[in-house]
């Protein structure tokens, strides 16, 4: 049985979550972050668009390769 974990890995910040949470799932699965995005999320209300918040998305890169394999 073969558990090889992808080289690189997107994780996202889920509402009512925070940054450092989700940085600290990533060290617990073994990534370590290299990129953080971000993104407006758009809503419409009364036929005008705005912005309702902020999609926060980090990528992560294995921290032991050796260890995957």
């Not at 990533?26 to 758009?42: D, I, L, N, S, T």
């Not at 009364?46 to 890169?61: A, C, D, L, R």
């Amino acid at each position: 049985m073969q558990n090889k974990k992808p080289k690189k890995k997107k994780f996202r910040v889920e509402p009512g979550e925070s940054l450092s949470d989700v940085l600290a799932a990533m060290k617990a699965e073994g990534y370590q972050p290299v990129r953080r995005f971000e993104q407006p999320v758009f809503k419409e209300e009364n036929g005008e668009v705005t912005v309702s918040h902020q999609e926060i998305m980090f990528e992560g890169k294995l921290i032991n390769e050796e260890a995957s394999q």
